[in-house]
């Protein structure tokens, strides 16, 4: 018993996996008949496709958020940082839209978001403002920059790219799967090495991290910083699907990569979680809304209905820990 | 060879002064018992050493070049490692992780586990047998009980290997197997020509251990000895300071009878707590005494129902079982709890929503205001709250006249029973003697006080009796007629067995 408590103590994203996989069976057998009259395999890979490419932006917000929640801080701009990125991406190919011009704005748009990620993290760990304030400030900052590029929904992407992000199928699987699989490969890395090791005893105590030789101050506006430049990928994640983009799109994203980082069995409290918990977290919260959605409910109580499933899950892990010390005491 | 020499090294925190002339010799080889009463000073000297504070005046000598250490990491790498009093682990990382933190095995970029859990294994082997066998290198900190997070905190200053060691307190929550382990150790550390500088509030076991023994009473070195030329007895009294003057007015040479039991604890047991028995008459002072931190709060707490324990608690003789403060406030108990920032006021709001706080019940639907504010005129007149008027914030009054509301705000609720949990603690001279009066005059009125101080004058001059806890038990009762000043300290610094030794 105390053994299984403690795999599930230290495997955060064991919970989350489970809620997905009911999820999204769930959302299979609703939709089955809407898949076309293709075979099991193939309906399934369809259902896949189609969903995990308009989940990615979030996705790659709540492995952002994850980070710097493990940090013991939290990003309230990522979502907009998104959108102001995205809106500079889809402004720049008035004459030219070859891939080498595609390559030049990405770049330029990588850097705009490790430079956001900075600002965040020179008010967060220098200046010290709770990270809670400054990134709600900045959010405003830079949803009004992304307003002012992209005053209307509107601008374009080239068209080749975004064909191929959309056509392209490596050995069988849509580029989303490969993409979500190569950041846990990449987060297995990561928290391996000396800075991720610190990301977790930063957020567990900052003050016994400190008195031990971490520096606090450089590392929490490195994961700001890292923050950013995660931001700038979803920002690409996304106009590669819609084509263009709305300067207001990141603003509900920034509450949903919270809430999905924390479905994901990673709490705000910092020092402990992962981001593969969270990758499950934002999917499982798509399917919901997916179900919602075919379930022949009122598009006006549709929020309502998601709301409160997902409020649901939310406080299962805790519901159960109650009922268990209740029956055992 | 190693020395470390501190010289008149003075400390003030926001006006009071923590160090007045902190003096320290240690060789390699040797070592250096540190002793003194609460607050007198040890740890600031300790942190003034690590580096973990940075002295006002004096001078650090290290093999008699001067040093000066603005981080704990600098003096490391002089050498000089320490285990603190407050853990500083990150709780929800493992054993090794803590230890290696910054100092992991690196294959590239990558942290080699497996060899920082051998090397962490090493280090555990040195406690073999005193912990559980839970206790490995992959096991969180924060699963841990607090004597194996002590070990922790030992080991993580092993593992640097320093030249000197600073072990502040690091025995108090050890229990006699781990203690051994640790003296068998440090010994070890001794033929390696280690310098350790040792804190500890146990008699017997500074004579275990101690080569020098150094003395320091209220910021001041008062005393360097040889271990095996000193006595206890002359210890203890040179812990005691005479010439301060008593400002406790002791009356109470008389010992008053009291007859009616209010309150009484049978086998108390908390986390900290290992069964503790005692009763309060009606009107009496009964003080709780003890070195900080050996479960004086858990007693208040635990008659207050505001943490979990087992035991019996009656109140006039029937057993209450309280699970919510609420409970225990019905039943006429206040606790004025120990940091009245955090848990006895709302510094933002006024004096009289302050004291009004608990009473509100008392006013009924509607709010009777009128009412409310003319009662709290009275308690605050009552206490000569200094204060611009009754509206002013809390955050506005001075240390003293802040703690009179927190007093005043439960004395509104005219309480049978009184838990003060350190009430005097940064509280000046004047206010104090007021507060003593007001506790001469409740009791009078038969009101009974259960009184925690870490001020023990304040405890000799006042109370009816006196317990002395020491590890979550009472080590010592002691009556009106034996209450002094170095029965009360002896009590507090040595256990049972040595009691009546050194008291003889």
């Known amino acids: 018993m105390q053994q299984i408590k403690g795999f599930f103590r230290k495997k955060t994203f064991v919970f989350p996996i489970i809620l997905f996989i009911l999820v999204i069976l769930t959302n299979f057998a609703l939709q089955y008949t809407n898949l076309g009259p293709e075979k099991f395999e193939k309906r399934f890979m369809f259902l896949l496709d189609n969903n995990i490419r308009g989940f990615l932006p979030l996705i790659l917000l709540a492995i952002a958020q994850a980070i710097v929640l493990i940090n013991g801080s939290i990003d309230l701009s990522i979502g907009n940082l998104m959108g102001l990125v995205a809106a500079f991406l889809v402004t720049q190919y008035a004459l030219d839209d070859s891939i080498a011009r595609f390559l030049q704005v990405f770049i330029v748009a990588i850097g705009i978001g490790v430079l956001a990620g900075a600002f965040n993290g020179i008010f967060v760990s220098l200046v010290r403002i709770p990270p809670f304030i400054t990134t709600y400030a900045t959010s405003f900052v830079f949803s009004g920059i992304a307003m002012w590029i992209l005053p209307r929904p509107g601008g374009n992407m080239p068209e080749v790219i975004t064909t191929f992000y959309r056509t392209t199928l490596p050995l069988g699987l849509p580029m989303g799967i490969w993409i979500i699989l190569s950041t846990m490969l990449l987060w297995l890395v990561f928290r391996n090495t000396r800075f991720g090791a610190h990301m977790y005893a930063v957020g567990g105590n900052e003050k016994a991290s400190f008195a031990s030789g971490v520096s606090v101050i450089r590392h929490r506006m490195l994961v700001h910083m890292i923050a950013g430049l995660i931001a700038a990928f979803a920002a690409l994640a996304l106009v590669l699907v819609t084509g263009s983009s709305d300067p207001r799109i990141g603003g509900t994203m920034t509450l949903d990569s919270v809430v999905a980082v924390v479905l994901g069995g990673t709490p705000m409290i910092g020092g402990i979680g992962g981001v593969v918990g969270p990758i499950f977290g934002v999917m499982t919260l798509g399917f919901v809304r997916n179900i919602v959605g075919f379930a022949n409910v009122d598009t006006w109580v549709q929020p309502l209905v998601d709301a409160l499933i997902i409020l649901v899950a939310l406080a299962s892990p805790s519901f159960i820990r109650l009922i268990l010390k209740q029956v055992r005491s | ?504």
């Not at chain 2, 000073?41 to 290290?62: F, H, N, R, Y």
């Open chain 2, 1 to 504: 060879m190693q020395n470390l020499t501190s010289r008149d090294i003075v400390k003030h925190f926001a006006g009071v002064t923590a160090l007045s002339s902190g003096c320290l010799t240690v060789n390699s080889g040797e070592v250096v018992a540190l002793m003194g009463a609460n607050g007198s000073g040890k740890s600031t000297l300790c942190k003034i050493i690590t580096g973990v504070v940075a002295p006002d005046e004096g001078q650090l000598l290290l093999n008699n070049t001067p040093i000066s250490f603005s981080t704990p990491v600098e003096a490391l790498k002089s050498g000089i490692a320490a285990v603190y009093q407050e853990l500083s682990l990150v709780p929800s990382l493992t054993i090794s992780q803590n230890i290696w933190l910054t100092r992991e095995p690196m294959n590239g970029i990558f942290i080699k586990y497996r060899s920082l859990n051998q090397r962490t294994q090493e280090l555990v082997d040195l406690f073999a047998d005193t912990v559980r066998p839970s206790f490995t290198p992959e096991t969180l900190v924060n699963e841990l009980p607090p004597d194996e997070q002590q070990i922790v905190e030992i080991l993580k200053a092993v593992s640097t290997n320093p030249r000197i060691m600073i072990l502040d307190e690091a025995t108090s929550s050890l229990d006699s197997r781990q203690v051994d382990r640790l003296f068998s150790l440090i010994g070890e550390w001794k033929r390696q020509d280690k310098a350790i500088i040792f804190i500890s509030h146990r008699m017997s076991e500074v004579f275990r251990i101690a080569d020098r023994i150094f003395v320091l009473r209220n910021g001041r070195t008062v005393g360097d000895f040889e271990a095996k030329k000193v006595k206890e007895r002359d210890l203890i009294s040179l812990m005691v300071e005479d010439a301060k003057e008593h400002l406790v007015k002791a009356d109470a040479t008389v010992t008053r009878q009291f007859n009616e039991t209010v309150l009484k604890v049978t086998n108390l047991h908390t986390s900290r707590l290992q069964g503790i028995d005692f009763d309060v008459k009606k009107g009496e002072l009964l003080g709780i005494a003890g070195l900080q931190g050996q479960g004086q709060s858990d007693v208040l707490h635990s008659v207050f129902g505001s943490i979990k324990f087992s035991g019996k608690i009656e109140i006039d003789g029937i057993e209450n079982k309280f699970r919510h403060t609420s409970q225990a406030m019905a039943k006429d108990i206040a606790l004025v709890p120990g940091d009245r920032a955090k848990e006895g006021l709302l510094m933002r709001l006024s004096v009289l929503e302050n004291i009004m706080l608990p009473s509100w019940m008392k006013y009924g639907f509607p709010l009777k205001t009128g009412k409310a504010k003319n009662d709290a005129v009275i308690t605050a007149n009552s206490l000569k709250i200094v204060m611009a008027d009754l509206n002013a914030p809390v955050s506005s009054l001075s240390g003293g006249n802040a703690q009179k509301v927190v007093i005043g705000k439960w004395l509104q609720r005219k309480p049978r029973i009184l838990l003060l949990n350190d009430p005097t603690k940064g509280v000046d001279v004047g206010t104090k003697n007021e507060f003593y009066d007001l506790l001469k005059e409740l009791c009078k009125a038969g009101t009974s006080i259960l009184f925690y101080s870490s001020d023990d004058e304040e405890l000799v001059g006042l109370c009816d009796r006196v317990l002395v806890m020491r590890d979550g038990k009472i080590q010592k009762e002691l009556p009106r007629t034996e209450l002094t000043l170095s029965s009360l300290i002896t009590a507090s610094v040595t256990s049972g067995e040595e009691f009546t030794h050194a008291a003889d």
